[in-house]
């Protein structure tokens, strides 16, 4: 009897405490809370270096790039025959690396704007130049079908941007021409497609330079304006702004329907539930992408897609601190009793 309950406790002990150990790696792992300061990452930053080279444009490029690619330019002064250095203008600076992962990456420069700017100084009257649009090469293309660029121009033209702002509000306004590349649709990385889709819309939001090309109105401070929202860092970092600002359509991949701030959605039950909006638009394509592969709905089940609502990771946490403050409990109670022997 005294040998069999001096051996047991000991089990028991090394038992639990390889449970505690388990309960504390649970916790550990399930513990997803981004950092509180939404760090936007720059392209550069999330682009590796290219080698330019093997574009076909590239030779032809680099005749702008020269001035354009860097911080400064330099030019000979057809008067004094002397060569000038000088500072390029901050926006009129673009990054290869950049350019070269882009959509249009194969184009030349002169594809888009005039041959004319291959003079330099350039002629006054080019920056009235109209470029061509999205719809004007890609409108009733079958190559691009699945793009449904007709559709996008329609949500586009009921959004607030085209409303208040008509012409003045372009496609390319989101969409640099220098460096648009599709994220939602190829990359699987689901963290760097919200960056870039936000980082889109904080380009104005977020910076007053850009908001007041298009408006006299005062920037909103975005984020006082968010200020209902619990942990803003977290849900900008892990949702992105088109979730609540932007109408859904069924077989568009990315929203385009930006309505005006009254319509936005505000409900945390919009997204923090079993029908969650989510499955409809940010998951949409992780989604579909593999009942396609595997005929099942696994993006609802594994993976990323799961983690919205916290309500996974509170029961995983739950379990984890009742395991441990069990075992804790017992430990005590053994040490309890061994001193009391
Ligand atoms: C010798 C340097 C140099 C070269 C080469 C050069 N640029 Fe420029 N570019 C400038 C400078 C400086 C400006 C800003 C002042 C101006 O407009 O002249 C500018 C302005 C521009 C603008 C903006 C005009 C506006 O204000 O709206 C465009 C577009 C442009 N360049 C395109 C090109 C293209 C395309 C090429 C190549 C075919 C090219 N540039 C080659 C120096 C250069
Ligand atoms: C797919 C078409 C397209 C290609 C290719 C293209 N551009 Fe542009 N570029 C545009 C558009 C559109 C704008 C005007 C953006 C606006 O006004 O909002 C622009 C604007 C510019 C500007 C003015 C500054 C700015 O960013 O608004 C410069 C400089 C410029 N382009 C240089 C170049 C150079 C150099 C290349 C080649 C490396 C190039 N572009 C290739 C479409 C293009
Ligand atoms: C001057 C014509 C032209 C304009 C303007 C233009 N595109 Fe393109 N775009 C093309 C061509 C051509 C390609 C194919 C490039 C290639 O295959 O390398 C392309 C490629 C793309 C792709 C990638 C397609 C794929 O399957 O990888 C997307 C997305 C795209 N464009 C979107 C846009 C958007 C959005 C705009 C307007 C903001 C726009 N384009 C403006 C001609 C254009
Ligand atoms: C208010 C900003 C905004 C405007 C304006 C805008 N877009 Fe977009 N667009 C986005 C964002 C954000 C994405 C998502 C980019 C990504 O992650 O691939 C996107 C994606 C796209 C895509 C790729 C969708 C897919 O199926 O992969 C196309 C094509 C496109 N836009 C075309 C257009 C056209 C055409 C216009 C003008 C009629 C336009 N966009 C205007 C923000 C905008
Ligand atoms: C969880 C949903 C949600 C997300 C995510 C979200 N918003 Fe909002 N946003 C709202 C709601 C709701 C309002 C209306 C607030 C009000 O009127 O008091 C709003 C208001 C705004 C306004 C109007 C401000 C004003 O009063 O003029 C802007 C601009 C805006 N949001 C931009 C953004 C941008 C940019 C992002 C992404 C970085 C974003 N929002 C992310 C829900 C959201
Ligand atoms: C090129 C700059 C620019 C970009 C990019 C941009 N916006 Fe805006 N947005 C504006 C301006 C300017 C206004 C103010 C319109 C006005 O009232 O005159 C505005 C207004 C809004 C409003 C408030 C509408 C209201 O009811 O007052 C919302 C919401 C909004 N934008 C969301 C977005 C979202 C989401 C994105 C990204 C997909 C985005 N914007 C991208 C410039 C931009
Ligand atoms: C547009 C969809 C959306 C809306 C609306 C929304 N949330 Fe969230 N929320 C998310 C996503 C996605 C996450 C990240 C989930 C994760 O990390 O697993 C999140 C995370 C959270 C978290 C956990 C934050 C953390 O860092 O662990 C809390 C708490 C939360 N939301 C509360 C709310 C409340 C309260 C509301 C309503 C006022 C709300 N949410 C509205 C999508 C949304």
Not at 72 to 87: A, D, F, W
Not at 193 to 212: A, R, S, V
Not at 249 to 262: C, G, I, P, Q, Y
Request: hydrophobic share 35%.
């Amino acid at each position: 009897m005294i040998y069999k309950a001096n051996i047991r406790p000991a089990w028991i002990v090394l038992l639990l405490m390889l449970l505690c150990l388990l309960a504390f790696t649970m916790i550990k792992t399930s513990d997803t809370s981004s950092p509180v300061n939404i760090k936007i990452q720059t392209e550069q930053e999330t682009t590796s270096r290219v080698d330019h080279t093997k574009f076909k444009n590239a030779a032809e490029n680099e005749k702008c790039f020269k001035c354009h690619g860097q911080s400064k330019y330099t030019y000979e002064n057809p008067e004094s025959q002397k060569t000038v250095t000088k500072r390029m203008f901050s926006e009129l600076v673009m990054d290869r690396d950049v350019f070269y992962v882009s959509n249009h990456r194969e184009f030349k420069c002169t594809d888009c704007h005039s041959e004319d700017y291959e003079s330099f100084p350039h002629a006054g009257n080019l920056r009235m130049e109209a470029i061509a649009t999205c719809i004007d090469c890609h409108g009733g293309d079958e190559k691009y079908a699945k793009f449904e660029f007709e559709k996008i121009d329609t949500a586009f033209l009921a959004s607030v941007h085209s409303e208040k702002h008509n012409e003045d509000f372009t496609c390319w306004m989101c969409h640099d021409a220098h460096t648009y590349k599709i994220n939602a649709r190829s990359n699987e990385n689901l963290k760097e497609t919200i960056t870039y889709d936000n980082m889109i819309c904080l380009n104005c939001h977020g910076d007053f330079k850009n908001y007041q090309l298009l408006t006299d109105k005062v920037k909103p401070n975005i984020l006082k304006k968010h200020e209902w929202l619990p942990n803003q860092a977290s849900h900008f970092t892990n949702v992105r702004c088109i979730e609540c600002h932007a109408k859904n359509e069924d077989t568009l991949v990315v929203a385009h329907h930006v309505v005006s701030k009254k319509q936005a959605v505000r409900k945390c039950e919009s997204c923090h539930s079993q029908n969650s909006i989510l499955y409809a638009s940010l998951y949409k394509y992780q989604v579909s992408e593999k009942i396609q592969k595997e005929g099942i709905i696994v993006g609802l089940l594994t993976g990323e897609s799961t983690s919205i609502g916290p309500d996974k990771s509170n029961t995983l946490n739950i379990i984890s601190l009742a395991i441990f403050g069990l075992t804790i409990l017992v430990i005590i109670i053994h040490a309890v009793l061994r001193i009391k022997k």
